[in-house]
């Protein structure tokens, strides 16, 4: 029975799942912000592999479009953002924004969002000689997620 169909005194008392509570997360999309492309990237966690898709080049409310019909057809269980720092582990203007972005996917979306340090994603997604770096950065991003996760 939901709770709608409870009295709201028993319905307001009901306890909310934690996200300890929820299953962990099956399908996954990861995001390397950007403010010019954001490299997107699927995976699964039973595979712990991840394939890089097609960056996003869109700006303002088209951004968010594109990432919406991504959820639709790929239907995540979580995303996962890939925050930078600075090398001695300082924020910076950009981890500010990449946390904000994470902010606005789950109040868009309500799903779990995920954060990753993505130091050096885009060096080592250049070392492999990507053609999408921002979409290679984002695999590398829910790489480490599996491994954080495993």
Known sequence: M??????????????????SDLPPPASLLAFDFGTRRIGVAKGHAMLKQAEPLRAITASGEARFEAIARLIKDWQPDALVI????????????????ARRFGRQLKGR????????????????????????????SA????EQ??????
């Open 2 to 19: 939901s709770a709608d169909r409870f009295p709201p005194s028993i319905a307001a008392s009901a306890p909310r799942p934690s996200l």
């Open 82 to 97: 890939g925050v930078p720092f600075h090398p001695d582990g300082a924020e910076h203007e950009m981890t500010l924004a």
């Open 109 to 136: 979306f309500r799903l779990r969002v995920y954060e990753v340090d993505e130091r050096y994603t885009s060096v080592e997604a250049e070392s492999l000689g990507a053609r999408d770096v921002d979409s290679t």
């Open 139 to 142: 695999a590398l991003i829910l």
């Open 145 to 150: 997620y599996f491994r954080e996760h495993s």
